[in-house]
């Protein structure tokens, strides 16, 4: 790569891919993302992708940053706008706000937020890991019972699944 073109994509925020390494999602999304999230004040996804960190996990499920508003032409000085779940989670809010702004300013830089205006609303879906729930062991018998009726079928692999499903139901109902 030369170096005209190491500044060049320098400039447009995509990562160097000389060494061929493997990437995380965030610095391959960033550059699409940036634009948008430059519009509701997020000049980087940092504080929404990080908001839990920055936060904590208890403040951080009934809240969701909306955008920040800075004066024109400033970048301090500016306000947070922050959601929460209910009414109940806005009283445990606002006493927390200095925490809030004093967390963000160290992450943002001194004087970047001045002020949090808290609204009520439904948060946005955050993905979260679920279990995925185990399936119980088919009992022998109901097995067994389920391939006597699915017997005269020709596919091995057909008759196999239907038996499955038979004993499973059999076993639910």
């Known amino acids: 790569m030369s170096p005209r073109t190491k500044r060049k994509a320098y400039e ?7 060494s061929r390494g493997l990437l ?7 550059r699409v993302a940036r634009p948008v999230l ?9 504080v929404i992708g ?3 960190e ?4 208890e403040l951080a499920a009934s809240t969701s940053p909306e955008r920040v ?16 779940a209910s009414g109940a ?18 992450f943002l830089g001194p004087n970047a937020i001045s002020d949090i205006k808290v609204t009520q609303g439904p948060l946005p879906h955050r993905y979260t890991k679920t279990p995925v729930p185990r399936t119980r062991a088919i009992s022998s018998e109901a097995l067994a019972d389920a391939e006597t009726e699915v017997g005269a079928l ?11 499903l038979g004993a499973r139901l059999r076993e639910r109902g």
Do not use: C, M
């Not at 806005?90 to 702004?101: D, N, Y």
């Open 12 to 18: 447009n925020g995509t990562p160097d891919r000389t």
């Open 24 to 30: 995380g999602i965030a610095a391959l999304t960033e």
């Open 38 to 46: 430059g519009k509701r004040g997020f000049s980087a996804g940092q």
């Open 50 to 52: 990080r908001w839990t």
């Open 54 to 57: 920055l936060v904590g996990a």
């Open 69 to 84: 508003q800075f004066h024109r032409g400033a970048r301090v000085n500016g306000t947070l706008y922050l959601r929460v």
């Open 89 to 106: 989670a806005a009283a445990l809010v606002q006493p927390q706000v200095p925490l809030i702004i004093e967390r963000l300013n160290g």
């Open 154 to 164: 020709g596919s091995d692999a057909l008759r196999n699944s239907l038996a499955r």
